[in-house]
C-alpha cells in the first residue's frame, strides 16, 4: 500500500490575466520517482515553485503528510517548507561559486544541525564536535557522488557537470522527504546524462526518498520514473506509466512526437 507524501488540489496561478498554472491535481506517493514533462511554457517551473514555496498560489491547496498528519503549506515560505523536508535544484546553477564545494554543503545544512548559540558564541569543545560531526557527514555525501577529492576546490572551477551534482548533493544535505530535481541535465553531454541517469536511480534508492523530476531529455525520464505527468498549457493533459505515456496520442501530438511510439 502506497503512502501519499505530498497532494495538490486545484492547484493554481495567475500573472495578470494570464494563468500559467490551472487546476492542477497531483499526488506524489513516499519514494516514488515521478517525471514531470511538458512543452516549453507549459508551465512545469511555475507549478514547481508553487510546490516548493517560491510562489504563492492565486487558488487551491498544497499539502504535506507524514503519517496520518496533514499540513496546508500555500503559505508557508521555502524556507520553512525546507524544514519540512522539501529540497530542490534550479534551470540555472545556484551555487555559492566563490565558496568551495564542502562549504557549499555545509551551508545546506545550517537550518538543521544548528549548534545552540550560546555554545557557538563562545566555542564551547560541544561547538567543535558538532562542527566536526557536519564536515563528516557533508564528506560523506560527497564521497557517495564521488566528489570528496575536491571537496576544497572553488565551486567555480568545477567542470559543469559536477556542478550540477554538486547542487545535488546541497540539496540532500538538507535531509528532505521529497526532492525536486529542475532539469538537472540541462546542458549535459550524452555521457555526462547518462552517469547523471544512474545517479537518480542510486538516490532514490539509496537516501529513500520521493523525487519529482523536470526534464526534457525523454530517454532520462522514460528510464527512471514510475509515473509521469504530462502538462500543457498549464493544465495536466495525462498521467500513467512511461509506457502508458509515450503511447497516449495526446501526448505524442503535443509533446513526444512520432518517433517516441
Same mark, same amino acid.
Given at each position: 500500500m502506497?503512502?501519499?507524501?505530498?497532494?495538490?488540489q486545484?492547484?493554481?496561478?495567475?500573472?495578470?490575466?494570464?494563468?500559467?498554472?490551472?487546476?492542477?491535481n497531483?499526488?506524489?506517493?513516499?519514494?516514488?520517482?515521478?517525471?514531470?514533462?511538458?512543452?516549453?511554457?507549459?508551465?512545469k517551473?511555475?507549478?514547481?515553485?508553487?510546490?516548493?514555496?517560491?510562489y504563492?498560489p492565486?487558488?487551491?491547496?498544497?499539502?504535506?503528510?507524514?503519517? @496520518?498528519?496533514?499540513?496546508?503549506?500555500?503559505?508557508?515560505?521555502?524556507?520553512?517548507?525546507?524544514?519540512l523536508?522539501?529540497?530542490?535544484t534550479?534551470?540555472?546553477?545556484?551555487?555559492?561559486?566563490?565558496?568551495?564545494?564542502?562549504?557549499?554543503?555545509?551551508i545546506?545544512?545550517?537550518?538543521?544541525?544548528?549548534?545552540?548559540? #550560546?555554545?557557538? #558564541?563562545?566555542r564551547?569543545?560541544?561547538?567543535?564536535?558538532?562542527?566536526?560531526?557536519?564536515?563528516?557527514?557533508?564528506m560523506?555525501?560527497?564521497?557517495?557522488?564521488?566528489m570528496?577529492?575536491v571537496?576544497? =576546490?572553488?565551486?567555480?572551477?568545477?567542470?559543469?557537470?559536477?556542478?550540477r551534482?554538486? =547542487?545535488?548533493?546541497?540539496?540532500?544535505?538538507?535531509?528532505?522527504?521529497?526532492?525536486?530535481?529542475? =532539469?538537472?541535465?540541462?546542458?549535459?553531454?550524452?555521457?555526462e546524462?547518462?552517469?547523471?541517469?544512474?545517479?537518480?536511480?542510486?538516490?532514490q534508492?539509496?537516501?529513500?526518498?520521493?523525487?519529482?523530476? #523536470?526534464e526534457?531529455?525523454?530517454?532520462?525520464?522514460?528510464?527512471?520514473?514510475?509515473?509521469?505527468y504530462v502538462? =500543457?498549457?498549464?493544465?495536466?493533459?495525462?498521467?500513467?506509466t512511461?509506457? @502508458?505515456?509515450?503511447?497516449?496520442?495526446a501526448?505524442?501530438?503535443?509533446y513526444l512526437?512520432?518517433?517516441?511510439?
Open positions: 502506497t503512502t501519499t507524501i505530498l497532494k495538490t486545484d492547484l493554481s496561478i495567475k500573472f495578470g490575466g494570464v494563468t500559467a498554472v490551472d487546476c492542477v497531483i499526488e506524489a506517493h513516499d519514494n516514488e520517482l515521478i517525471g514531470l514533462i511538458g512543452p516549453n511554457g507549459a508551465g517551473t511555475t507549478l514547481f515553485n508553487l510546490l516548493t514555496g517560491v504563492q492565486t487558488h487551491g491547496t498544497v499539502s504535506l503528510f507524514n503519517g @496520518e498528519k496533514l499540513a496546508q503549506v500555500n503559505h508557508v515560505s521555502a524556507y520553512k517548507r525546507a524544514q523536508g522539501i529540497a530542490r534550479f534551470q540555472n546553477i545556484r551555487l555559492f561559486k566563490t565558496r568551495t564545494v564542502i562549504e557549499n554543503v555545509l545546506a545544512m545550517t537550518n538543521q544541525t544548528a549548534a545552540k548559540t #550560546i555554545h557557538a #558564541i563562545f564551547t569543545p560541544s561547538f567543535y564536535q558538532h562542527e566536526a560531526k557536519k564536515r563528516q557527514h557533508a560523506a555525501l560527497l564521497d557517495i557522488f564521488n570528496a577529492h571537496a576544497d =576546490e572553488l565551486a567555480s572551477n568545477l567542470p559543469y557537470g559536477q556542478q551534482r554538486l =547542487e545535488i548533493v546541497r540539496a540532500l544535505a538538507t535531509n528532505p522527504k521529497i526532492l525536486f530535481l529542475d =532539469e538537472p541535465a540541462a546542458g549535459m553531454n550524452p555521457q546524462t547518462a552517469a547523471l541517469t544512474a545517479l537518480i536511480k542510486q538516490i534508492q539509496q537516501f529513500q526518498l520521493t523525487i519529482i523530476l #523536470i526534457h531529455d525523454m530517454n532520462l525520464v522514460m528510464t527512471v520514473s514510475q509515473r509521469v502538462l =500543457e498549457y498549464g493544465k495536466i493533459l495525462a498521467t500513467g512511461p509506457t @502508458e505515456i509515450q503511447q497516449n496520442p501526448v505524442i501530438k503535443a512526437g512520432d518517433d517516441m511510439l
